[in-house]
């Protein structure tokens, strides 16, 4: 089993900038893809980016530039750095983890954008 903690969610004004973690504990494996995903009230989960253990990024086209994520591969950590947010990018937001073949999921954490 994997256990995923997500952290570093809140409210935010329009413009600010936040930085979300997620942490991977129990049984781990070296060939992994991890990443965020987002979901907005009445909406759908959508992709947000990934990033493999090789730390090749991914991401959704309408949020790169504003959106970076990183990996720490010895802390099995990844981060979501969210720039010039915007009050549609709130959502909670959830840490993914496939690996050997099962996907594991965070919680969630909210993140909220004033206007």
């Known amino acids: 089993q994997v256990q995923l903690v997500e952290s570093g969610g809140g409210l935010v004004q329009a413009g600010g900038s936040l930085r979300l973690s997620c942490a991977a504990s129990?049984?781990?494996?070296?060939?992994?893809?991890m990443g965020w995903y987002r979901q907005a009230p009445g909406k759908q989960r959508e992709l947000v980016a990934t990033?493999?253990?090789?730390?090749?990024?991914t991401y959704a086209a309408s949020l790169k530039g504003r959106f970076t994520i990183s990996r720490d591969n010895a802390k099995n950590t990844i981060y979501l750095q969210m720039n010039s947010l915007k009050p549609e990018d709130t959502a909670v937001y959830y840490c993914k983890r496939v690996q050997g073949g099962y996907d594991y999921w965070g919680q969630g954490t909210q993140v909220t954008v004033s206007s």
């Open positions: 990033i493999g253990n090789t730390g090749i990024p």
């Open positions: 129990g049984r781990i494996f070296s060939i992994n893809v």
